[in-house]
Nanobody, 120 residues
């Protein structure tokens, strides 16, 4: 697995915004086929939040459509998750996840997770 470096989590009030970042090594970023975010709240299963495949093919959970936006910056080897209009139910640990093919071998990488807490 390849390490993904996450940042941007924190505590915000309902209606506020956060931007999560996930940075990958320059040497492997070009091998990433898809990258995105999952989240897991206490007592709930881990779920897909948003994902981007290739340059611009995106997929969002119904619960975040219209509020969250995923994007990537190849020059910075980084993918972002802009989260607007946050709700208390968005509170969870958010994990960056990527599928990649370094040297032609398919691998899956996970970040360490970052806490997002939305107060009511």
């Amino acid at each position: 697995q390849v390490q993904l470096v996450e940042s941007g989590g924190g505590l915000v009030q309902a209606g506020g915004s956060l931007r999560l970042s996930c940075a990958a090594s320059r040497s492997i970023f070009s091998s990433i086929k898809s990258i995105g975010w999952h989240r897991q709240a206490p007592g709930k299963q881990r779920e897909l939040v948003a994902r981007i495949t290739g340059v611009d093919k995106t997929n969002y959970a119904d619960s975040v459509k219209g509020r969250f936006t995923i994007s990537r910056d190849s020059a910075k080897n980084t993918v972002y998750l802009q989260m607007n209009s946050l709700k208390p139910e968005d509170t969870a640990v958010y994990y960056c996840n990527a599928d990649l093919t370094p040297g032609g071998t398919l691998q899956t990488a996970w970040g360490q997770g970052t806490q997002v807490t939305v107060s009511s």
